[in-house]
C-alpha cells in the first residue's frame, strides 16, 4: 500500500486593500511567484495548474523573488527574515537566512550577478538593507526615508545603482557598492508604491498613489519624464513592470485598469478594463516573455489579451482564504471537486486539468462549513450564515430560491435518495424534503455536532458532544428516535455511512474512528487507532472497503475496514494546517483541502 501526490491546485495569493502584491518572475521563464499566508506558491506560467508550495517560513511571508540566475529564492516575512532557497530539488534547502532588520519585508532585489540583495520594508530603527547573499555582510546602506519603504530596485548594469520608494512620498536614489544615498527625488504627493529599473539599466520608473508615473534616467537619478502627462491612472498605482526589451510599461492601478505604455511617446497603447466591483482593482503586475498577468484585489490572477483589452485570456481563480468543505461529483464522464472556504466562496475545479471556476450570482456570505451532493444533481451547503443551499450543477449559479433558512447556525448537512436532506444545527436537526424544511426537532437533550443519513433514506443518525451516536428512523416527514445509541470513546468530530450503507463510521476528539455494522444492530466493528490529535473529517472510498481520515496532527490515514493494521499514511499532507476536508475521485485517487487554502490530489494503491 502506498500514497504519492499527483497534482496540486494552489491558493490564490492574499492580499489586502490597499496593498501592493510583489510577483516574482523566473528568469529562464517557466515559473511565476507569489505569497500565501506562510506559504510561497511556485506556479508554472502556461500551465497554473502545475504548482509547488514552499512552507518553511514560520511567519506570514509578503514578497518572493527569484535570484536571476534562476537556481535561488529569496523570501521575506512580517517578523523581517530572509530566506534563501534552492529551486531546483523537490526539496527546497535552504542555502541561507538572515534577519536584516525587525520588521514586514515588503521588496526583495537581486544584483544581476546573484550576489547581492536588497531588502526594504517596514524596520524599527532602519527600513533597508544591502548585503552579500552568502555572508550577510552589508555593502552598503539604505538611507534617505523617513517612514516605510515599500518598493526596491537594483540596476541590472555596472555601475550599479539603486532606488528606493516610500510612503513619505520621495524617492532615494544611491550609487555603488558599497551603495551610498546619493540623492532624494520628491517629485511625488502621495506614497511611492513601486520603483523599477529597465532591463538596460538606462532608465527607472516611480509610481505613487498619486496616480502619476514617473521616468529617470538610470545612472545620474535625473528626471526625463512624466509617463502618461499629470495623471497616468484615475486612481493610485500600485506596480508597474518592464516589456523585456525595455521598450514599453505595464501599470495596474486601483482605479480597476492595467495599461501598456509606449516609454518613448510616453503615452497609452492598450488600457485593460478589469471590471466595476471594488475587487477589481489592480495590486500587482508581471511581464513574463509573452505573459502579461496582473493580480485583482480578488486575488484572481488575469493573463491579459492586448488583441482584447476588455477580457483576459484567461483568469486563474480559486481560494485565498482557507477551505473547509469539499466534496466531488461526476457530470459526463468527468470529474469535478467542489470546494468551500471561510469566507463564503465555492470553486470548482475539472479534477484532470485543474481548471476552475466559480458560480455566478450571489452565494453564502459567511465560512461553508459541509458540502454534499444529492441525486438529482444538486449541490447541497451549509453555512455560518444559517442557510442551506440547493445549487444546481448544470446551471453553475446561485438561486435566491433555493435557500433555506435554519434557526440556528447548520453545523453538518447530510443527504439521501428521495429529495432528503439532514441539516444538523446547534440544538436542532431540521429535516428537508424537496428543498422545504418538514420537521425539526429543538430540545434533544444533548448537543448535536454532526448527522449522516443512511444512502437507503430510512435512518438518521447524530452524534452528540458527549460522544453519542443517536438513531433515528425516518417515517414520511418525521424523525423518530428509536432508543437505541452507541458510544465512542469521545466528542463526535464527523460521521459518514459507507456508499453501500454496509457501515458507519465516527470520529471523534479522542482520536479514533469507530466503524458500526448497520446489518449488525450497529454493533462495533472496529477501532482505529492511529491519529495524534483531535481528527475532524473523514470520507469513504468508492469501494466501500476503505475509508480516509484527517486530523489536527495534520495526518491523513487510509484505512482498510476489514484490517485495522492495514494502513497508508501521509504525514503532512499540508504541511502548515490540517486537513478540513476528504473527498475521493475515484477509489485509487483522495483529494485533501486545508487552511493553506490548497487542493492535493493523492494516487493511493493498494
Not at 486593500?17 to 510561497?40: C, E, H, I, M, Q
Not at 495623471?231 to 513592470?241: E, S
Not at 477551505?323 to 466531488?328: A, K, L, P, Y
Not at 449559479?397 to 434557526?407: C, I, P, R, W
Request: proline share 3%; glycine share 10%.
Amino acid at each position: 500500500m502506498s500514497l504519492e501526490a499527483k497534482h496540486v491546485f494552489a491558493s490564490l495569493p492574499s492580499m489586502e486593500r490597499g496593498v501592493a502584491k510583489v510577483l516574482g518572475g523566473d528568469p529562464k521563464g517557466v515559473n511565476f511567484l507569489y505569497t500565501n499566508g506562510k506559504s510561497v506558491i511556485i506556479r508554472n506560467i502556461e500551465n497554473p495548474a502545475i504548482a509547488d508550495i514552499y512552507t518553511e517560513h514560520p511567519h506570514q511571508v509578503t514578497v518572493a523573488k527569484y535570484a536571476p540566475s534562476g537556481f535561488y529564492i529569496a523570501s521575506g516575512d512580517v517578523s523581517g527574515k530572509i530566506r534563501i532557497w534552492d529551486t531546483t530539488q523537490k526539496e527546497h534547502l535552504l542555502k541561507y537566512e538572515y534577519q536584516p532588520f525587525g520588521g514586514r519585508i515588503k521588496d526583495i532585489a537581486w544584483t544581476e550577478d546573484s550576489q547581492r540583495l536588497a531588502v526594504v520594508g517596514e524596520g524599527r530603527e532602519k527600513y533597508g538593507a544591502v548585503f552579500l547573499w552568502n555572508t550577510g555582510s552589508s555593502v552598503g546602506e539604505v538611507f534617505g526615508h523617513s517612514k516605510v519603504i515599500n518598493s526596491v530596485d537594483l540596476k541590472q548594469t555596472r555601475p550599479y545603482r539603486l532606488v528606493t520608494g516610500s510612503d513619505d512620498t520621495s524617492v532615494s536614489f544611491s550609487e555603488g557598492p558599497p551603495f551610498k544615498f546619493k540623492s532624494t527625488i520628491p517629485d511625488h504627493s502621495n506614497f511611492v508604491n513601486c520603483v523599477r529599473f529597465s532591463p538596460d539599466g538606462t532608465r527607472f520608473v516611480t509610481a505613487s498613489a498619486d496616480g502619476q508615473i514617473l521616468m529617470y534616467d538610470g545612472k545620474t537619478g535625473e528626471k526625463i519624464s512624466s509617463i502618461g502627462g499629470e495623471k497616468a491612472h484615475g486612481g493610485g498605482i500600485y506596480a508597474v513592470c518592464w516589456s523585456p526589451d525595455g521598450s514599453q510599461l505595464m501599470s495596474a492601478s486601483g482605479d480597476k485598469t492595467v495599461k501598456l505604455w509606449d516609454v518613448g511617446a510616453g503615452t497609452a497603447v492598450i488600457t485593460f478594463n478589469m471590471g466595476s466591483d471594488v475587487m477589481d482593482q489592480q495590486l500587482g503586475c508581471l511581464w513574463q516573455k509573452d505573459h502579461l498577468i496582473s493580480i485583482s484585489l480578488s486575488g484572481y490572477i488575469n493573463y491579459l489579451d492586448k488583441n482584447n483589452p476588455d477580457r483576459p485570456l484567461r483568469t486563474i481563480k480559486g481560494h485565498s482564504k482557507s477551505i473547509q468543505s469539499i466534496t466531488v461529483h461526476k457530470n459526463e464522464g468527468r470529474t469535478f471537486i467542489y470546494t468551500g472556504s471561510h469566507d463564503g466562496h465555492i470553486n470548482y475545479w475539472d479534477s484532470e486539468t485543474g481548471e476552475n471556476d466559480e458560480f455566478s450570482g450571489k452565494g453564502h456570505t459567511n465560512q461553508v462549513s459541509r458540502m454534499v451532493v444529492d441525486d438529482a444533481g444538486q449541490l447541497v451547503t451549509c453555512s455560518m450564515d444559517d442557510t442551506v443551499r440547493f445549487i444546481n450543477l448544470n446551471k453553475k449559479e446561485y438561486s435566491a430560491s433555493d435557500l433555506v433558512k435554519m434557526d440556528s447556525q447548520p453545523k453538518c448537512v447530510s443527504v439521501a435518495p428521495g429529495g432528503l436532506t439532514l441539516a444538523v444545527c446547534i440544538g436542532q436537526l431540521v429535516l428537508m424534503k424537496d428543498k422545504r424544511k418538514v420537521f425539526s426537532l429543538d430540545n434533544l437533550g444533548y448537543d448535536p455536532e454532526a448527522g449522516a443519513l443512511h444512502p437507503g433514506g430510512t435512518t438518521a443518525a447524530v452524534g452528540d458532544a458527549t460522544g453519542k451516536v443517536h438513531l433515528y428512523s425516518i417515517e414520511g416527514n418525521t424523525l423518530k428516535e428509536e432508543g437505541q445509541s452507541m458510544e465512542v470513546k469521545g466528542p463526535i468530530t464527523d460521521m459518514a455511512y459507507s456508499n453501500d450503507g454496509a457501515y458507519l463510521a465516527v470520529t471523534d476528539e479522542k482520536k479514533v474512528v469507530s466503524v458500526f455494522t448497520v446489518a449488525d444492530s450497529y454493533a462495533l466493528k472496529d477501532e482505529f487507532y492511529g491519529h495524534h490529535a483531535k481528527i475532524v473529517t473523514l470520507a469513504w472510498s468508492p469501494d466501500n472497503e476503505h475509508f480516509a481520515s484527517g486530523g489536527m496532527d495534520m495526518m491523513v490515514f487510509v484505512w482498510t475496514v476489514n484490517d485495522s493494521d492495514k494502513r497508508i499514511r501521509i504525514a503532512d499532507a499540508h504541511k502548515l494546517h490540517h486537513v478540513s476536508g476528504l473527498a475521493w475521485v475515484d477509489e485509487h485517487t483522495l483529494v485533501t483541502t486545508s487552511h493553506d487554502a490548497s487542493v492535493k490530489q493523492w494516487t493511493v494503491k493498494f
